[in-house]
């Protein structure tokens, strides 16, 4: 794996840099920004249920999780979480997202980087939190889920896991109406996505990119 360095993108929030892979967790434009349009406005604010159970790909520096117990409101959220590659706890120190989004999330945010692994926690009320550390393709999957987050490095970097037959294994495993998030939306991505069954939409991206892909498993 790459090494990694802390930086601060344009909205003022963290960030981590992959050294000599041009490639960041989150868009420079602003890493809070980025991950609340794509998926939380456009992913768990579209799920119309009070059980929401998310599966992420790409637990990385946990702000998905974070934003997600921030906007949970009265609903009840089971939240799975993939990463191969934890990144160092000296790092997780350094993030600012906890201060930036809800200050009173500091224990909660520190508690699902260093909780055991493949242990379903209760993190806070009517929030549940697993993570597991594995490879993508190893993954076997024995719940139906809502809502996927999926926020790999891109395509470019990892071409292997953005294929029809990963979002096949998603499609099965996924309740109806769910919703697959992600922020790429090049061509072979959405061309996968719907070779898997999905509907896939093209929606209007976050600062600095064009467009985000949603897709929908229909009924």
């Not at 990463?83 to 997780?92: A, C, D, N, R």
């Not at 769910?178 to 991206?205: C, D, H, N, P, W």
Request: glycine share 6%; net charge negative; proline share 2%.
């Amino acid at each position: 794996m790459f090494e990694r360095k802390l930086i601060i993108t344009e909205d003022g929030s963290s960030s981590i840099e992959l050294i000599d892979a041009d490639e960041t967790y989150h868009s420079k434009y602003g890493a809070i920004d980025e991950s609340r349009h794509i998926y939380i406005n456009n992913g768990l604010d579209f799920i119309e249920k009070d059980n929401i159970k998310i599966l992420e790909f790409g637990f990385g520096t946990g702000l998905n999780a974070l934003l997600s117990l921030n906007n949970k409101g009265n609903r009840k959220i089971e939240y799975h979480t993939i990463e191969k590659y934890p990144v160092e706890l000296e790092i997780v120190d350094s993030l600012n997202y906890v201060n930036q989004i809800n200050p009173d999330l500091t224990n909660q945010f520190k508690f699902m980087h260093e909780s055991e692994w493949a242990v379903l926690h209760n993190i806070d009320s009517g929030f549940d939190f697993v993570k597991y550390n594995i490879d993508i393709k190893d993954i076997r999957l024995e719940v139906n889920y809502d809502l996927v987050y999926f926020d790999c490095f891109n395509p470019d970097l990892q071409p292997d896991l953005w294929t029809e037959e990963i979002f096949e294994k998603i499609y099965d495993n996924l309740n109806n109406e769910a919703v697959l998030m992600t922020y790429s939306s090049k061509g072979i991505v959405k061309q996968a996505l719907r070779s898997a069954g999905f509907e896939v939409k093209r929606l209007k991206g976050p600062k600095g990119k064009r467009h985000i892909l949603q897709a929908k498993k229909l009924i």
